[in-house]
């Protein structure tokens, strides 16, 4: 597949600032209720995303809605108490909605995967957060699992035909640009040559295209996660494994796309930063 031009545009960092560019936000909270404390709040205030796609949420729908309000939502909590959850929030409508992947049962598999069809524009968001894994461990088994039948769905979706736009904490660096120390990573989960496969897999064979990488060109990261422990965060050593997925007609209309890293360790409300992508829609009006 011939590789997309990508187009390049130094917008602005404000809400609703244009008609017809709808923003699109993916981010890990590590714990939703943690976050809105740590000052998550202010940052939603302030960039204020159409559509947020939100992973380790780890609290009840209840609690979410009080907690993003305005907004309608859509997600699905994990059945493991202080696990997992994911959530799309939305300024725009949403007319339909799927949970899960069909072929997945247990505990486990609950709290990672929806999916969401906007009204206008016509898009289909889905939110994904994939399993943290152990190499040698039941984890490893269950990441590996979960991916194998999230391809299946990605290569329904692609087919389609339709604008769709994957989101999420794939818990997975693709390449050697995506993750600081490489060499010390070869055999642990996240950076194993049959997880990254998948990764290769769709992006060659099923044809979606990673927008990061796209508008960002072959270069070290962006990194959207640095371990807590250490000075990993002030020395940017970080993995890129929070990603937007297009499909290319969709990845066509993609204009930028930015890592809303922290100024400072000690202003993090995450360990991860948001990932927002801006897009050229027409019919989305400004806020």
């Known amino acids: 597949m011939a590789a997309l031009e990508p187009r390049r545009f130094a917008w602005p960092s404000q809400p609703g600032w244009m008609e017809g560019v709808l923003t699109i936000t993916t981010l890990n909270t590590n ?13 939603l205030k302030a960039a204020a995303p159409d559509v947020l796609c939100l992973q380790e949420v780890r609290a009840p729908d209840d609690v979410l809605a009080d907690l993003v ?38 505990e486990v598999h609950t709290g990672r995967w929806v999916e969401a069809r906007l ?19 039941i984890r490893q088994d269950q990441k590996m699992t979960f991916l194998e039948e999230m391809t299946s769905r990605l290569k329904e979706l692609i087919d389609s035909g339709r604008d769709v736009l994957v989101c ?3 818990n997975v660096a693709h390449t050697k640009a995506d993750i600081k120390n490489w060499r010390g990573n070869l055999k642990r989960s996240g950076f194993l040559p049959e997880e990254r496969e998948f990764l290769t897999h769709w992006f060659e064979d099923q044809g979606w295209i990673d ?26 050593t970080g993995w890129r494994i929070d990603y937007q997925l297009a499909t290319p007609s969709l990845a066509a209309k993609a204009l930028d796309c930015r890592v809303e890293r922290a100024d400072s360790y000690d202003s993090r409300w995450s360990d991860h930063a948001p990932l927002t992508v801006d897009f050229d829609l027409p019919g989305v009006q400004p806020a």
């Open 168 to 170: 999420g904490d794939i």
């Open 31 to 43: 714990g939703l209720r943690a976050a809105m404390r740590k000052g998550m709040d202010s940052w």
């Open 211 to 236: 927008l990061a990488r796209h508008l960002h060109g072959e270069v070290d990261g962006p990194y959207t996660w640095w371990s807590w422990r250490g000075r990993a965060f002030d020395n940017d």
């Open 69 to 106: 309000k305005d907004r309608e939502l859509h997600g699905q909590a994990s059945q493991i108490k202080g696990r997992a959850g994911v959530a799309i929030a939305s300024l725009l409508p949403i007319e339909a909605t799927k949970t899960g992947l069909a072929e997945l049962e247990g």
């Open 119 to 137: 009204k206008d524009p016509d898009l289909t968001v889905v939110c994904v957060y994939v399993h943290s894994g152990e190499v040698g461990t």
